[in-house]
């Protein structure tokens, strides 16, 4: 009777450690924040780049920041897709606009004190789509649209010299 239990622990066990593989979903973060991060492959969370994007990337690090320091960027996403019908085979490409993302940081630290305090404001998702008037969907959406934008304020205290914490909520 024991062994059969522990082969049921092991079945359900490997389930639901199996379980997320088998899973899938559709969607995509834009995380090109900040051209320093984007040249070290997003690597940046560690030892941060200096300057005020470390807000999104490691909020605690603001505080090796001195005066004043901001960062504005955008992203230029294309987005390209088609739709093609299972009876006929044939094919409708979308007609999605290019779309221009920003993202501003700032944050502030005065020299010789031990707070740092900013704000990020970025878009980290969205989607559009968007297809032509001969489009076989085309009375139930045309086009649809998904935009988030974030507002992050961002709290950091140096502790000592190589030691500091800090704080932000991305709403």
């Not at 049921?8 to 090109?32: H, I, M, T, W, Y």
């Not at 994007?53 to 603001?62: F, G, L």
């Not at 221009?100 to 004190?113: E, G, I, Q, S």
């Amino acid at each position: 009777m024991t062994h059969h239990r522990v082969k049921r622990l092991l079945l359900v066990s490997a389930a639901v450690v199996g379980l997320p593989a088998g899973l899938s979903a559709q969607g995509f973060g834009l995380v090109e924040i900040g051209t320093c991060a984007l040249g070290r492959a997003f690597a940046a969370t560690g030892s941060p780049c200096k300057d005020a994007s470390t807000i999104y990337w490691n909020p605690a690090a603001t505080t090796q920041l001195t005066g004043f320091n901001i960062t504005a960027g955008a992203a230029v996403i294309k987005v390209s897709g088609s739709f093609t019908q299972d009876t006929t085979g044939r094919r409708w490409d979308g007609e999605v606009p290019t779309t221009v993302l920003p993202h501003v940081f700032l944050n502030y630290h005065k020299a010789n004190t031990k707070l740092a305090y900013g704000v990020g404001v970025y878009v980290p998702y969205g989607l559009t789509s968007q297809w032509g008037d001969d489009f076989p969907g085309r009375f139930q959406a045309k086009r649809a649209s998904l935009a988030t934008v974030y507002v992050q304020p961002n709290i950091a205290y140096q502790i000592n010299s190589k030691w500091s914490i800090g704080h932000s909520i991305r709403r």
